[in-house]
């Protein structure tokens, strides 16, 4: 590789500075609001019961992106931290820069490979070996609903594309909003891409966002998709545009709106406001993407260091991070879910245990999809350029034909 | 004050003042909004907040997002509050003010009363300076400061606003200088005065107001500067701003705007105090009448 | 003999010492200003993507950025934004600095009042403002609820108005501050000028146009060169206030950069882009910064 030299040269620079964190880890990551933190702050205190200390790095912003700057900017220095929460493909082009750990050792002695799906290990490990250890996993095609309109107005959950529109149409009616939506790229595409699963299903799913073929990309399934958009466009309310996610998952709690469609973590605002899931707020797939998940997954990767203690904190990191009293305790609070499928659902409230069964159950299966919204489906180039895409469709500029199109152009652009 | 002013003021009817008057208070107006929206969703509970109207005062007056912000609010793992973080930046603004300030008065100094072949193309590359886009920095300022060795230090940030803060710095003090009656400087010279002697007995004692004009720049963007803090110095160095956006920029936790807005202008209140209280050494040098144009 | 020498040293050092304090300056600005943006142009030909890498492949980026929409429409919104900002915050600096200048009661009050939007950062500034133009729960809203239900206000969520709301937020944050130089420039206009035109018969209206605004060149110099400054590194306002949305209808150069380099891993393309951007700037700065340095010679 051509980014041989400068690697090569951060890669010298790393053993003497790691020197300094020697006695412990020091760790980047954008878990700063309150539950997360405090979620994190277990590991801490697991990590120092073991005799190593923890050097807090965060940089919150931008879903991670500010980090991924900073991170930058301390490899090029020459002294970057010892671990790092990243998402998806970012693991894999670090490690393909040669900047992370080996932890295959400590993985075959607990057995990762047989504890964390097939899907989750294709961005956890890098031509065979593991190099970050994965904390969670979100699902992303969930829709939040508010009991109370649902009973008002009659409604049972939506099985079919035809019944949740039909119940939005009626939620409409009476006078309530019926899609809660903000409207940021990132929101549009992560409504995009249950959509777009619904529609086509895994195989389109696969072909069109992993595969990134410009025939499922401009595809019939592609406008059928971006048609039903439209569709959505229509239920959502007129002040949407730059709207925060828990602004409108806000509105759902306050009975102002139906549904809204969002990842898991939208659950912490329901619990927050003081509601329990299957009572006052309930949770589903998007409707034509059951028995299919989209998800994402925060890691852990490990940055190389040469020093021996500093391994040693390393690696006792790693397992205390793939240890089940951590993965409960962590995603309890975060709302996910445990990245091992082989933990008990007991400290899980109903829509945990419903998000451990189906990613069970999608991981047998076959359904289980790094998500396009999310950076697990293909490189950041392609996803953002799939956003433009998106969100211009969604704010008026394209119809359905031309957004299929656009959506062909953008991603061989960015390619 | 000047004699024209008053007669400018005279002459200015009756009606011409209520105008002037009323211009003035409605700008005041508009550059208080946001400030009253800050401070008023502050001191209100979060239900409020997101149920209500955001322009209403409280119903229910509380000070527990300031408290909360300032010492207890997530900033990390731990629940710090901004507090630690508040001496980082302070720590990092002194000293880069102080030098580049100097650095500046230096440079006008020469650019105006020592000119020479080519100190226009100097002063021209260096004003230019200023408009490089910071997003370009970054990675080759990274690879610089890991060379020397103060990659992640107060010592290299302080480095970093330093070297793009002269360009500013030498813009003030020489449009400054270009004003002042380049023959005192000569008169000196014959006198036998030299370059340091000059500069520091007959321009310094004057250059209070533009000091302090250069002083406000230079602290204001040092101190609200979030990219070079968070890339060069995150982590226990990590000045206010980085802290300030861990805190409101949480991706998936809930947020808490009274604790944001309350952190906000608790981050803000040093410059604030640097307005306030400069803004008024600034017109008292004014009013000494030093200022010639 | 000896005298002569001495004296010879001392002027030769006089000479010398003006240029060795104004070096470390220059070496600075030569290295970290020029030098990178030399760095930054090679980059631009590079396949740089996640890191700086040094293969070679010519035009390819600059001619992958032409065919990015987004980038269009970054380049008509700075050239909209820029030249709407740096006249309406010149025009309101100039008429606060003048009415301020009135012996006006309170101007002691008044004043850090029109500054202090500068000495906040816009990390949560944008979101007060982001609150206040959304029609939802801003300004709108209140008017409806005090009884004025035909008030509309909802450019922030309008694809074709929302520029402008970022130049609202952004004249509010600077034009204090080009108040503050333009009250400077005024204060320190020698009075006999003045007096000799008033003598003359000049009105008010006369005196300000004839005499004092031109003046107030050096003071216009700097305003220019300030706001076209923050009107190009303009970032933290866009992110916070629409995040480059409805769409990407308030996408900016610098926005467009950073997302380029550090989101989208397309290191080459943010680099062209920015050797653009530098361009652009030169083209309009230099021949200014030209004229503007060689009449005061």
Not at chain 3, 122 to 137: E, H, M, R, S, Y
Request: proline letters at 4%; charged letters at 15%.
């Amino acid at each position: 590789m051509r980014m041989f030299k400068l690697t090569g040269a951060a890669v010298a620079l790393m053993s003497t500075t790691a020197m300094v964190h020697a006695d412990g880890v020091e760790v980047l990551h954008w878990w700063t609001s309150g539950g997360e933190a405090a979620a994190l702050n277990v590991l801490k205190s697991d990590l120092e019961g073991q005799g190593v200390g923890w050097t807090d790095m965060p940089v919150a912003g931008g879903g991670g992106s500010d980090a991924m700057t900073v991170l930058r900017a301390r490899v090029t220095a020459g002294d970057p931290p010892t671990a790092v929460q990243m998402l998806g493909f970012a693991i894999q082009d670090w490690a393909a820069e040669g900047a992370l750990a080996d932890l295959n050792a400590l993985a075959a002695e607990q057995g990762w490979d047989d504890v964390v799906p097939a899907a989750l290990q294709n961005f956890s490990k890098h031509d065979g070996s593991w190099v970050s250890a994965p904390v969670n996993v979100h699902s992303t095609n969930w829709v939040w609903a508010n009991t109370a309109i649902m009973e008002e107005l009659g409604l049972a959950q939506p099985t079919s594309w035809d019944e949740f529109v039909a119940a939005m149409q009626a939620a409409q009616d009476a006078g309530y909003v019926a899609l809660a939506h903000g409207g940021q790229a990132w929101q549009e595409a992560t409504v995009f891409d249950s959509i777009a699963m619904g529609v086509g299903g895994p195989d389109f799913y696969q072909a069109a966002f992993v595969d990134l073929d410009p025939e499922a990309l401009g595809g019939a399934d592609m406008v059928e998709a971006f048609k039903r958009m439209e569709t959505l466009r229509g239920f959502v309310d007129d002040n949407f545009s730059g709207r925060d996610w828990n602004l409108a998952s806000a509105m759902v709690v306050n009975g102002e709106a139906l549904f809204q469609i969002m990842g898991d973590w939208a659950k912490g605002e329901f619990v927050n406001a003081g509601q329990t899931a299957g009572k006052e707020f309930q949770c589903f797939r998007v409707p034509g993407s059951e028995g299919t998940v989209t998800f994402n997954s925060d890691q852990f990767a490990m940055f190389n260091v040469t020093d021996k203690d500093a391994m040693g904190a390393q690696v006792t990191m790693a397992s205390s991070v793939m240890s089940p009293e951590f993965q409960v305790a962590f995603n309890t609070v975060k709302g996910s879910v445990p990245a091992r499928t082989d933990i008990s659902d007991a400290e899980f409230d109903a829509c945990g245990k419903l998000g451990m069964a189906q990613l069970a159950e999608a991981a047998a299966s076959g359904g289980l999809f790094g998500s396009m919204a999310h950076g697990h489906a293909n490189p950041p180039a392609v996803q953002n350029a799939m956003y433009d895409v998106i969100t211009a469709h969604f704010n008026g500029e394209y119809d359905a034909e031309t957004a299929a199109s656009e959506m062909v152009t953008a991603v061989e652009l960015a390619q | 004050m000047s004699v024209a002013t008053q007669d400018n003021a005279a002459s200015v009817g009756r009606v011409g003042r209520t105008f002037v008057y009323l211009t003035l208070l409605l700008f005041a107006l508009f550059y208080l909004l946001p400030f009253f929206i800050m401070v008023v969703n502050s001191v209100k509970p979060l239900s409020e907040i997101t149920g209500g109207n955001m322009m209403a005062l409280p119903q229910e007056w509380t000070i527990a997002p300031w408290l909360s912000a300032w010492s207890t609010a997530q900033i990390g793992v731990e629940p710090t509050g901004l507090r630690p973080y508040f001496w980082n930046s302070i720590r990092m603004v002194v000293p880069a003010v102080v030098i580049c300030t100097i650095i500046g008065a230096l440079n006008g100094y020469v650019l105006t009363k020592w000119r020479f072949r080519g100190d226009t193309i100097i002063f021209g590359l260096m004003l230019f300076s200023c408009f490089i886009p910071f997003q370009i920095v970054l990675i080759p300022m990274a690879r610089i400061l890991g060379i020397l060795e103060i990659a992640g230090t107060t010592t290299g940030l302080v480095l970093v606003h330093v070297v793009y803060g002269i360009g500013f710095a030498t813009l003030y003090f020489r449009n400054y200088y270009a004003a002042f009656p380049t023959e005192l400087v000569r008169a000196a010279q014959i006198d036998g005065a030299g370059f340091f002697q000059i500069f520091y007995r007959i321009l310094l004692p004057s250059s209070g107001p533009i000091t302090v004009v250069c002083v406000i720049w230079l602290f204001t963007n040092i101190w609200n500067d979030f990219l070079f803090g968070a890339s060069f110095a995150s982590g226990d160095a990590a000045p206010m701003t980085v802290a300030l956006n861990n805190l409101v920029s949480s991706s998936t936790g809930v947020k808490e705007y009274n604790v944001h807005f309350a952190g906000a202008i608790l981050a803000a209140l040093p410059t604030l105090l640097v307005y306030i209280v400069a803004g008024r050494f600034f017109v008292r040098g004014l009013m000494a009448g030093s200022v010639k144009g | 003999m000896t005298r002569d020498s001495s004296v010879d040293m001392r002027t030769r050092m006089q000479e010398f010492l003006p240029k060795l304090v104004l070096a470390p300056s220059f070496a600075l600005v030569l290295l970290f200003v020029y030098g990178f943006i030399a760095f930054t142009i090679y980059l631009s030909f590079t396949d740089s993507r996640m890191l700086p890498s040094y293969g070679l492949e010519g035009w390819e980026n600059y001619s992958k950025l032409f065919r990015i929409r987004e980038w269009e429409t970054a380049v008509t919104n700075l050239a909209i934004f820029a030249s709407l900002y740096i006249v309406i915050c010149t025009l309101i600096g100039l008429l606060l600095a003048i009415f301020l200048d009135q012996k006006i009661r309170g101007e002691g009050v008044l004043r850090p009042i029109f500054l202090y939007p500068m000495a906040l950062s816009f990390i949560v500034t944008g979101t007060a403002w982001k609150w206040f133009l959304d029609p939802g729960i801003g300004i709108e809203n209140t008017m409806h609820l005090w009884g004025w239900e035909s008030f509309e206000f909802g450019w922030i969520k309008d694809r074709d108005m929302a520029i402008y709301t970022i130049v609202i937020a952004a004249v509010w944050q600077t034009s204090g501050f080009v108040m503050a130089m333009f009250l400077a420039g005024l204060r320190g206009i020698d009075n006999e000028i003045l007096k000799a035109a008033q003598m003359d018969g000049a009105s008010n209206f006369q005196l300000y146009r004839r005499i004092i605004i031109p003046l107030l060149r050096p003071a216009f110099l700097s305003a220019f060169v300030i706001l076209s400054h923050l009107a190009i590194k303009s970032y933290d306002l866009v992110i916070a206030l629409t995040g480059g949305g409805p769409g990407n209808a308030t996408a900016v150069p610098a926005t467009f950069m950073y997302s380029y380099t550090f989101t989208r891993n397309q290191m080459g393309i943010g680099a062209a882009s920015a050797v653009i951007m530098l361009m652009t700037i030169a083209a309009i700065m230099v021949p200014y910064l030209y004229a503007e340095l060689r009449e005061k010679k």
